[in-house]
Every structure is written in structure tokens, then in C-alpha cells.
């Protein structure tokens, strides 16, 4: 028996529904997010995105040699995100050079941890936090102005083929693996739920 991404999906629909419909995602929709909820949120994610980037390169330096076009394509997304990412905290008169809140320190120290799991797990969790933003920014369908090209950035469906490709190869690892691992991708899954729910949460928190 092994487990797939969509069914460890399944099992946890209702964690993962709470991971990627969230009032903040709902705000920007409606416009009711204040400036200062948004940039909290941006700047917090700008920190997590740096983490991310780190952690995608640690993971391309244990993956099978077949995975490398998938993720370097993945690697030159978050280049030009990172770039971009400035661009608009500068259009916002924004720093970015705050320190994390809580919740994205204890986001980013779990990525850290992924090096020490089995590549199995890395690919899963990896697919995990990227289907988080896709289906986060794409569920509340047309987001107006001033927030469009943050919901297209990650609800576009040039991210969801990526998406796809992260489920794919992550989907393979799991075919081979041990139970035990498998378990392990499940509850990584699980966490990733958790943080991401707690992400969005962090634009209402005080900074
Ligand atoms: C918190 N999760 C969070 N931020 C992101 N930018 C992504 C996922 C997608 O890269």
C-alpha cells in the first residue's frame, strides 16, 4: 500500500481547507484588509520566502538527478519573486528588514528540519507549501485591485503546473517508500497545514 499526495490530502480536508481559506485571503477579496494588515503580511513574507528558498536549494542537493529541471525552474521563480518582492515593499515605503514574528521564526526553523528527513518527506512537504499559496490566492476567484497581482503571483495557472509537477515527483518518492516515511510525508503535510494557517493569521496580530 502506498499513499499518495491527493489521498494524505483527503484525510486532512479539513485542516487543509483551514490552510488555504482564511479571512485575510477573504479581506483582500472583499477590501475590507487594511494597509497595515497587507504589509504586515508582506514583509513576514518576504522573510519566509528568503527560508523557502534556502531550504529548495538544500532539497535540489539531495534529489535525483531526473527532479532537477522541475525544481531549478522552481529556484528561478523565487529569484525573480525575491526581486519582485522589493519592488513592492519599496512602492509601499516598506522595510524589509524586520524581524520575524513568531509564527514565521517557527515556519522557518521547520524547513530547516526538512534537511534532516528523507527526500521522500522534502518532496512532499516541498509540493505542500506551494499547493497551500495555489489554491490560497486561486479559491477566492478574482481578487480586484490594489491585491491582483499578489493573488495571480501564486494563483496562476503556470504555478498550478508547477504545483502538479511537485505532486508528480513527490508522488514517485512516496511509491518507494517505507511506511514509516510515508507516515513521516503525512504528518509534514499536516504541519505545513498548521503554519499556513497560522501565516495568514500573523496580518491581524500586532507588529
Ligand atoms: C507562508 N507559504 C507561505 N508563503 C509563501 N510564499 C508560500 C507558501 C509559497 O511560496
Known sequence: ?????????????????????????????????????FNTWLVQDYQFVVEFTRMLARILSVAPRHHFDVLLGGLTAL?????WFQVKAAER??????????????????????????????????????????????LPGHIPEPYTEFADRWGNLGFTDYVKLLEQQ??????????DIQKEAE?????????????????????
Not at 504528518?187 to 507588529?207: G, P, R
Request: negative net charge; hydrophobic residues 40%; contains cysteine.
Open 170 to 179: 513527490a508522488d514517485e518518492m512516496l511509491g518507494n517508500a517505507s511506511p
Open 79 to 83: 529569484k525573480d519573486e525575491l526581486n
Open 1 to 37: 500500500m502506498t499513499i499518495t499526495c491527493q489521498e494524505i490530502l483527503k484525510t486532512h480536508e479539513h485542516l487543509w481547507q483551514e490552510a488555504t481559506v482564511h479571512p485575510f485571503l477573504d479581506g483582500c477579496k472583499q477590501g475590507t484588509i487594511t494597509p497595515e494588515q
Open 93 to 138: 515605503n516598506l522595510s524589509l528588514d524586520v524581524s520575524k514574528q513568531r509564527t514565521c521564526e517557527e515556519y522557518s526553523q521547520f524547513l530547516e528540519s526538512f534537511a534532516r528527513t528523507p527526500y521522500a518527506v522534502q518532496a512532499t512537504g516541498l509540493w505542500a507549501v506551494e499547493l497551500a499559496y495555489n489554491q490560497g490566492w486561486q
Open 187 to 207: 504528518e509534514t503535510v499536516i504541519t505545513v497545514a498548521q503554519f499556513e494557517k497560522a501565516f495568514w493569521q500573523m496580518a491581524f496580530n500586532a507588529t
